[in-house]
Every structure is written in structure tokens, then in C-alpha cells.
Nanobody, 126 residues
């Protein structure tokens, strides 16, 4: 499976961006897909994920809940992260990740995902 993230950029605080993660591979449409981010000098942290089953159960980090929305289009094998009301502290490289076997209790752990996109930079100016 290959993942290609896009959509990052420079935006002012309060603005919006939509990230996309296009997946290729025979079974990628059934994968659990997640978004993580990493700011300079910090560890990679969980942002959001949509589980492969359980009716596409969705999870968010507390820091983005109510501002970010994850969604997927299985016909396009693409996962989106709509980011609204962006804050300077959202500045980071955003990575999409996928895995076909991840269990629900591991969904927030970066190490549980086998496949990663290349990252896209999001910069929010104050």
C-alpha cells in the first residue's frame, strides 16, 4: 500500500485547510486510516482516525475535537482531514497512516500503523 498526502500550506489563524491522503493497493479501502502530526522538536502525535469496521468509527485527539473532521471516500480510496479554526499550535508536518489489521485499542498509537505517507507541511500564522 502506498499513501500520498497533500493539501498542506500556509494559512492564517482561524483559517481552514483540507488534507487528502490517497491510498493505492488492492485492499486499502478496508484499512483503518489515521492522521498524525509532528511539530519541530516534538514527538509524532495522534490527530484523528477512522476505523476500518465498526461502521467507520471515528476518533479525534482532544486538541482538535470540534475543529477537525476526518472522512473517507472509498470509491476514490482517499481519506480527508478538514481542518477549521486553525491555530498556530496546529503547525506541524501532517502524516497519514494506514493499516489493515490494527485493533481498536491501538488506533491512537503511531507504531501500530504499517503504512505512512510522506507528510505535508501545515503552517498557521498568528
Amino acid at each position: 500500500v502506498q499513501l500520498q498526502a497533500s493539501g498542506g500550506g500556509l494559512v492564517q489563524a482561524g483559517g481552514s485547510l483540507r488534507l487528502s491522503c490517497a491510498a493505492s493497493g488492492p485492499t486499502s479501502s478496508s484499512y483503518t486510516m489515521g492522521w498524525f502530526r509532528q511539530a519541530p522538536g516534538k514527538e509524532r502525535e495522534f490527530v484523528s482516525a477512522i476505523f476500518r469496521s465498526n461502521a467507520g468509527r471515528i476518533y479525534y485527539a482532544d486538541a482538535v475535537k470540534g475543529r477537525f473532521t476526518i472522512s473517507r471516500d472509498n470509491a476514490k480510496n482517499t481519506v480527508y482531514l478538514q481542518m477549521n479554526s486553525l491555530k498556530p499550535e496546529d503547525t506541524a508536518v501532517y502524516y497519514c497512516a494506514g493499516d489493515g489489521r490494527i485493533i481498536l485499542s491501538e488506533i491512537r498509537r503511531a507504531g501500530a500503523y504499517d503504512y505512512w505517507g510522506q507528510g505535508t507541511q501545515v503552517t498557521v500564522s498568528s
